[in-house]
DNA sequence: GTAATTCCTAAACCTAACTTTAGCTCAAGA
DNA sequence: TCTTGAGCTAAAGTTAGGTTTAGGAATTAC
C-alpha cells in the first residue's frame, strides 16, 4: 500500500464510516473530488476523511447536499484547509442551527397555546413558519383549518 | 348542494388547504376513512377538516405518517372527537418535539465544542445521537472521523 | 502466477410522500 | 338535456439520498 499515492475509496470509507457507494454518489453531487491513479481508480487526500466528517455532521443539521456544496465551496481549494478555515465554515453551520432550533421552538409555543386551550382550533398554531419544511416537502398551499370551531 | 350528505373532497381540500391527491392519498395510509355516496364519491365528516390540520401539525413536528396514525389511533372512533380528546394526542406531540429540540441543542452544543477548539477534530463533536437521523435516513454506521487531526 | 479482493461504470431499484396522467363516470347548472 | 366541472381508479412519475446489481478490470495476497 503505497502510502504516497492516497486513500482507496474503501480506505475512506472505512476512516469515514460511510458506504463506498455513498461516497462515489457524493463525488456526483460534487462534494468530493478525488483524482485517479493509472489504473483509474480513484484517490483521495488524507484532508478528505474531514471533508467527509463534515459532510456528515452538516446532514445532522439538515442541510441538503447542494447546500453542503455551497458551504463546501468556502473553503480554499488551492491548499489543505486549516483548522482555521473550518471553523469559518462551521460557523455558517451554527447560524443554520440557530434557525432550525427557533422554529421548532416557536412550533412549541403554539402547540403549548392549543393544548392550552384545548381546541386546536387554530389559526393561532403552527404552519406559521412556511420556512421550514413547507418548502421541503409537499408543494400545495397548505394552510390551516380556516374553519371555526363549530364542528 | 345538500348540506347533509359531508363534505366532497374537493371541498375539504379546500378548506385545509391540502391538494385532493393528498387527501387520496392519506386514505390509502390510513390517516382518513370517508364513506362513499350512492355515486361512490368519497364523502367527509366536518371533523375530518381538524383531523387533517392536525395532520399537518404533526408533519411539521416531523413525524412520518405512520406515526401519526398511531397517535390518531387514540381518538375515540363512535364519536366526534372532543377538545379533551385532541388535547390528549397533542401532548404526545409535544413529547416527541421536546426530544427533537433536545437532540439539536446537543448537537449545537457540540459544534460549539468544535468550533471553540478550530480543529472540528471529534469524536468531541456531533453524531453522538444515534437517535435522530441515523435511523431515518441512509443505512451504514457513518461514525465520524476515528483519526487523528494531523492531516 | 494465479486467486481473491477491490474497484470500475451504468443502470436499476429503494423509501417517503406525494403529483400527474389517462380514460372514464358523476353531478350540477342553464 | 347537455355540457362542463368535479370525482373515480390504476399506474407511472418525482425528489432526495442513496443502495444494489451486472459485468468487467485493476490490485493485492500468497
Known sequence: MPASE???????????????????????????????????????????????????IAQQFGLTLPEIREVLAGLPDNRTPTPADWKKISQGLRAHLDQRIDALLRLRDNLDGCIGCGCLSLPKCALYNPDDRAKTYGSGPRYLMGDAPED
Chains 1, 2 share one sequence.
Open 6 to 56: 492516497g486513500l482507496s475509496i474503501g480506505a475512506l470509507a472505512r476512516r469515514t464510516g460511510l458506504a463506498v457507494s455513498a461516497i462515489r454518489y457524493y463525488e456526483t453531487q460534487g462534494l468530493i473530488s478525488p483524482w485517479r491513479n493509472p489504473g483509474g481508480q480513484r484517490r483521495y487526500q488524507r484532508a478528505d476523511i474531514r471533508r467527509l466528517s463534515f459532510v456528515m
